[in-house]
């Protein structure tokens, strides 16, 4: 064979399998007909998060009088924005090459597609490995509506010339209050159109209302239990049309409604991988495929779409094959956040999952941030403990406020290792901040779930 192990895609998942795995002695290419960094580096997390910090500059401005400064908003230079942000993904870009190349690992700037179970096609040139890893990630899908082409998702955004006036953004999952939050902090007008009551869909009650609240301060529109039906041209504007006979007119269509895996074309048949219905990767807890020399991680087996998750995923399978460290991955308890304005991070279960699995306690705070007793921006903090009863266990955290993600990490550590709602109460707080309110909520707000039934 030409190579050990042989990793189709250049993203978060794929570089870090190639890189450990050639780090352990392994003879590893890797194949990248895109951008390396995939995803999140390019068109996601990392461009997204700048953009969110543009907006914050902002609303920083126009707070700073209640500290007594005289600082003027001026206009916004979109254009600035972008080359400023181009410049950060260019230079990781070279990151993510330098570390392939100083672990030992052979780069293809290409394509590369199954010929047979162990043989691919690397832009043209037949390649043989004994282990093959697929790290293809995913992609942004539309709506199937008519006129569905008129409008842009979200690797478009990052590319934009002009700052919208006017946006119209289809669905409310992290993307879709994300880019809410981005377009209305940077003065655009924003409606927001989605199918269920509330955004964020699978994530806890609470938390969603919250969301839901801090959108309509921000003078986003929302537009609940609605779908869209057809898009439209009229002359420069579109005319989105959803819901029971409803229109909006917007200089821009934004559509955020999911990602799929990106295996079409890749040849799996060839390969004996069997893919489910959305074209996504069907692995075992080994990151095996049908075919057990061919493994699957990150977006592409689409069970926990985090980059985080796809970077260890990555890490342990090289460990696995090649470090004499076999291990797996826990998709238990892992911590995300949303960068909505302002954020929200989550770890373990909501109050209605526990609630399904028995007695929980729920301990609820809201507060104005100390910053907000002086600006008067009309900005709310939420944070919540989920608790078995039985065992007070903390089950679940939940945060929305500034800072969220930040403090959200930390938590997550105290929830993994299986905390009780005593060693947080006994846990001494850091004064005045936000986070030490989950070390001093006493008083249980309610309590929710069924009696256990007995075995």
């Given at each position: ?365 809201r507060f104005t941030p100390m910053r907000h007793t002086l600006t008067g921006r009309l900005r709310k903090t939420l944070l919540k403990l989920v608790v078995d009863q039985a065992t007070q266990t903390v089950l679940g955290a939940h945060m ?56």
């Amino acid at each position: 064979m030409d190579f050990d192990l042989f990793v189709i895609g250049g993203g978060s998942a794929g570089v870090r399998c190639a890189r450990i795995a050639a780090g352990h002695g392994a003879r590893v290419g890797i194949a990248e007909d895109r951008f390396w960094g995939g995803t999140c580096v390019n068109v996601g997390c990392v461009p997204k998060k700048l953009l969110v910090q543009a907006g914050e500059y902002g609303a920083w401005a126009e707070d700073a009088a209640g500290f007594g400064w005289d600082i003027r908003k001026g206009p916004h230079d979109w254009a600035k924005l972008i080359a400023a942000k181009d410049r950060e993904i260019t230079r990781l870009n070279g990151i993510y090459r330098r570390l392939l190349d100083s672990a030992g690992a052979t780069i293809f700037d290409a394509r590369a597609t199954f010929l047979d179970p162990h043989t691919l096609d690397v832009g043209g040139t037949p390649v043989t490995a004994e282990r093959i890893v697929i790290a293809v990630g995913g992609h942004p899908v539309r709506p199937d509506i008519p006129g569905a082409e008129h409008g842009i998702v979200s690797d478009d955004a990052f590319t934009l010339q002009d700052r919208p006036e006017r946006v119209a953004i289809v669905g409310s999952g992290y993307v879709g209050v994300e880019f809410a939050g981005i377009f209305a902090a940077l003065g655009s007008g924003v409606d927001l159109i989605y199918r269920q009551p509330l955004p964020l869909r699978g994530f806890d009650h609470l938390l969603r209302e919250a969301l839901a609240d801090a959108l309509t301060d921000q003078g986003v529109t929302l537009h609940a239990g609605c779908a869209p039906t057809r898009l439209d041209l009229d002359g420069e504007t579109r005319v989105l049309s959803f819901g029971e006979d409803h229109a909006v007119r917007a200089d821009l269509v934004f559509f955020a409604t999911g990602r799929q895996a990106a295996t079409a074309g890749l040849g799996l048949e060839r390969a004996g991988a069997a893919t489910a219905a959305t074209g996504a990767v069907v692995v075992d807890e080994h990151l095996r495929t049908t075919r057990h020399h061919i493994y699957a991680i990150g977006d592409a087996t689409d069970r926990l779409n985090l980059t985080p998750v796809a970077t260890a995923e990555g890490h342990a399978l090289a460990d696995s094959l090649f470090g004499h460290m076999p291990r797996t991955i826990s998709l238990r308890n892992v911590a995300t956040a949303v960068f909505s304005t302002p954020p929200l991070a989550t770890v373990g279960l909501t109050e209605e999952h526990a609630a399904a699995r028995g007695p929980a306690d729920i301990y609820v705070a809201r507060f104005t941030p100390m910053r907000h007793t002086l600006t008067g921006r009309l900005r709310k903090t939420l944070l919540k403990l989920v608790v078995d009863q039985a065992t007070q266990t903390v089950l679940g955290a939940h945060m929305l406020g500034d800072d969220a993600p930040e403090i959200m990490q930390g938590l997550a550590i105290a929830v993994a290792m299986g905390a009780t709602k005593a060693d947080f109460d006994r846990t001494i707080g850091i004064h005045p901040t936000a986070a030490e309110e989950f070390v001093t909520l006493r008083t249980r707000t309610r309590t929710v779930g069924l009696p256990r039934q007995a075995a």
